[in-house]
């Protein structure tokens, strides 16, 4: 089985940064595209920014410029350095990715279990 693990979230004031981790594990051939989504109350989860296995990334309107999503394919790691953060930009985390198991015909998504970030003065 594959495993999505977050971190790195927390309470952050306006203005601040966070840096969001997600290491993945388990039986891993090969990961394509990972990206990172978030939820907000009452709102539909969204996507914030994607990388692909070569390294072409994709962002949200209300990221660019502000958020960096990068990878460590030696570690089976994602990452999203986000900067200059706003109360607008709380909100749960989720980590994404497109993962080739071992011995399987086919790739499957996989969710991470989701961190919190909430920026508040």
């Known amino acids: 089985q594959v495993q999505l693990v977050e971190s790195g979230g927390g309470l952050v004031q306006p203005g601040g940064s966070l840096t969001l981790s997600c290491a993945a594990s388990?039986?891993?051939?090969?990961?394509?595209?990972m990206g990172w989504y978030r939820q907000a109350p009452g709102k539909q989860r969204e996507l914030v920014a994607a990388?692909?296995?070569?390294?072409?990334?994709n962002y949200a309107d209300s990221a660019k410029g502000r958020f960096t999503i990068s990878r460590d394919d030696a570690k089976n790691t994602v990452y999203l350095r986000m900067n200059s953060l706003k109360p607008e930009d709380t909100a749960v985390y989720y980590c994404?990715?497109?993962?080739?198991?071992?011995?399987?015909?086919?790739?499957?998504?996989?969710w991470g279990q989701g961190t919190q970030v909430t920026v508040s003065s």
């Open positions: 388990g039986s891993i051939f090969r990961i394509n595209a």
């Open positions: 990388i692909t296995s070569r390294g072409s990334t």
């Open positions: 994404n990715a497109d993962i080739w198991r071992v011995g399987m015909p086919a790739h499957t998504n996989y």
